[in-house]
């Protein structure tokens, strides 16, 4: 005699039944035939705080990419670094306000490491170029800068990430004409280690900024356009406005197949 035993399924076939386990039954019933959107006062709040969260993180998407660390649930989905960050976003990166909820652009970290950040950590302008400079050699192997620059009044962004080599104490910054006079908020983290170092962010407010020229190699990270009309400044010699044969997102080698 065989001994049936309900097992709760991991997932449902778009088939004709839906079947679950109730009180230790193995139950079956049919599709909904549709749905009512409860449009709670937390899921408001929660779309509302992702459309702030989208319209600022996909600058930060490299930098982001290599502070905070992937990670595997246990249904077995694995979760990218850059969407560790957008959930640390959605829970702490928001401030109350008058007028609601607003993305706290002081709150951000590029990192989700504790380490402390190497003493004598400064930021200086001076002749065209921010400095970032620190007491000592970093004591870790394959040492990184991350370093995120925001221009409020431009609404552009700069993230770049640079390899640092051995003793390694400075990085210079050089400015961009368009930011010159402006106030530039600036945030800086290391990592190091293949990720397995991660230091706490450092926030400054400067002057202009602009490429980054220093130790090792540096690896610029582009920002990219958001899918939204006028959030991101269109750069010189950027592609006009886009046709059938062009993705609406500008992504390479690719095709929108419905505008």
């Known amino acids: 005699m065989a001994i049936y035993v309900p097992v709760r399924p991991r997932w449902n076939p778009r088939g004709e039944v839906v079947s679950y386990v109730s009180h230790g039954q193995l139950m079956a019933r ?8 409860a ?8 779309r509302g705080r992702m459309v702030q969260v989208c319209n600022v ?8 990419a290599e502070g905070f660390a992937p990670s595997v649930k246990r249904n077995g989905r694995c979760v990218s670094g850059y969407h560790a960050a957008v959930g640390a976003a959605l829970r702490g990166w928001f401030a109350r306000t008058p007028g609601g909820e607003r993305f706290d652009y ?8 504790s380490r402390a950040l190497p003493a004598g950590l400064t930021l200086a302008q001076g002749r065209g170029v921010v400095r970032v400079a620190w007491g000592a050699g970093l004591p ?7 370093l995120a620059m925001r221009q409020e009044s431009l609404g552009q962004w700069v993230c770049v990430s640079v390899a640092l080599g051995e003793g390694a104490t400075e990085v210079a910054v050089r400015t961009l004409a368009a930011w010159e006079g402006r106030a530039v908020e600036v945030w800086v983290a290391f990592v190091g280690e293949n990720g397995r170092v991660r ?17 090792g190699e540096a690896r610029p990270l582009p920002c990219p356009s958001l899918s ?22 500008r992504l390479p080698r690719c095709r929108c197949l419905v505008s």
């Open 228 to 249: 939204r009309k006028g959030r991101a400044p269109r750069r010189g010699g950027a592609p006009g406005p886009r046709s059938g044969d062009r993705c609406r997102f």
């Open 39 to 46: 449009n709670t006062l937390e899921q408001q709040r929660q």
């Open 199 to 215: 230091t706490l962010t450092h926030r400054a407010v400067l002057g202009a900024v602009g490429a980054v020229a220093g130790e």
């Open 106 to 113: 002081a709150r951000i970290q590029l990192t989700d490491g």
């Open 140 to 146: 870790w192997g394959r040492r990184r800068l991350l």
């Open 57 to 64: 993180l996909p600058y930060l998407k490299g930098v982001l």
């Open 30 to 37: 049919g599709w909904p035939k549709g749905y009512r959107d």
